[in-house]
């Protein structure tokens, strides 16, 4: 199968990336314009394996551009998996416009560019943040999620509502995925579990919003990418299908949990500072997994100490502390 990622040099992207290729079977083609959110150095350290096979291909862009990039008008692929996106809720507040340029105007621009190429298989990479602060736990596929609570939260809405748009529409398939809090190996330096090992590393205090009692189901970026391969067997026998589907863990951890666990783990001593919690941030996220587990097998297997001590060892190894 021909499979364009968007997003490649990412997080989550750079991971799905290298499954797809284990399987030997897949051309994979990565769409990434290296946004500054954060370092150059971080994404091309994560497209450093990807580089060594001769099934990868990297075209640099942006999605606003997609129509013209030559690299990507040949042979179309058989399904996207888009990725690429200004991710983290917090840094969406200061910058609502630049996260509707890339989410949504740049989601559209590939669902139109999808459908003029024919191209009808799409996995769509959401977010639990769209879930806001819905006052029922677990959160469910089928709960109301029209009130977003930050410009992020709004542009994965927005995203999930076009893609149904394209299905009903043009016939463009879709699988949306919400993925629950990601953790593992490459984690983008804005999310706390990196921020927290940055900080501490450099001998400043960790911020600790609110009494502690927040919480995420943080996901192992490994269970994520099983779901998202799960995912795509799924979308590609069925001939009709529009469908969300969370990926978490189902077992939320709160902040003064996370913290003992980062105590445990650290070799260097972790101070903290207790500051007041940010609008915008939801309270708990905790993903109901029901729905993966039936239509994909789905089954999460990666604890959150040892997705947090894998973590840090590539954090140690790879020296990005900034
Ligand atoms: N990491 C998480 O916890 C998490 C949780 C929920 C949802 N998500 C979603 O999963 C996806 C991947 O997240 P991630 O954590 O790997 O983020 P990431 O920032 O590491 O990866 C996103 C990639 O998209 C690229 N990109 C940004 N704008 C682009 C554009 N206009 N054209 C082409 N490429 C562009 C960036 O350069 C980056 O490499 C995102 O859509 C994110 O919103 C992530």
């Known amino acids: 199968m021909r499979v364009l990622v968007t997003g490649a040099a990412g997080f989550i992207g750079s991971h799905l990336c290298e499954r797809l290729l284990e399987l030997g079977e897949n051309q994979v083609i990565g769409l990434d314009n290296f946004d500054p959110f954060y370092s150059r150095t971080q994404k091309d350290d994560n497209l450093v394996l990807l580089k060594e096979n001769p099934n990868f291909s990297l ?78 736990t677990p959160f469910r596929e089928d709960m109301k999620v029209s009130q977003p609570i930050s410009p992020y939260a709004l542009t994965k809405a927005s995203g999930e509502m076009m893609t149904y748009n394209y299905y009903h529409l043009y016939d463009i398939n879709c699988i949306n995925l919400r993925f629950f809090t990601v953790i593992g190996p490459r984690q983008r330096p804005d999310l706390a579990i990196h921020k927290f090992f940055n900080l501490i590393q450099k001998g400043e205090p960790i911020k600790l919003y609110g009494d502690g009692s927040s919480a995420r189901d943080y996901t192992y970026v490994g269970d994520i990418v099983s779901g998202v391969m799960a995912s795509i067997d799924l979308l590609t026998s069925s001939s009709s299908i529009y469908d969300v589907i969370n990926l978490g863990n189902h077992k939320p951890v709160t902040l003064g949990e996370m913290v003992e666990v980062i105590e445990s783990i650290s070799d260097v001593p972790v101070k903290k500072d207790h500051v007041p919690f940010q609008p915008g941030d939801v309270d708990v996220t905790y993903a109901d997994i029901a729905k993966a587990r039936t239509l994909l097998g789905y089954e999460p297997s990666t604890s959150f100490e040892d997705g947090v001590r894998a973590f840090y060892d590539w954090f140690k190894e790879s020296r990005l502390v900034s």
């Not at 507040?93 to 590939?110: A, E, M, Q, R, V």
């Not at 959401?126 to 006052?135: A, F, K, L, R, T």
């Open 59 to 136: 075209v640099e862009g942006s999605l606003d551009q997609i129509s013209d990039l030559d690299e990507l008008q040949s042979e179309k692929p058989d399904l996207v998996i888009h990725l690429a996106a200004k991710a983290g809720v917090l840094p969406s507040i200061k910058d609502p416009s630049g996260y509707i340029h890339t989410n949504i105007n740049g989601t559209l621009s590939l669902l139109d560019w999808m459908k003029e190429k024919g191209i009808s298989n799409l996995i769509f990479g959401s977010s639990s943040s769209i879930y806001g602060n819905y006052p029922v």
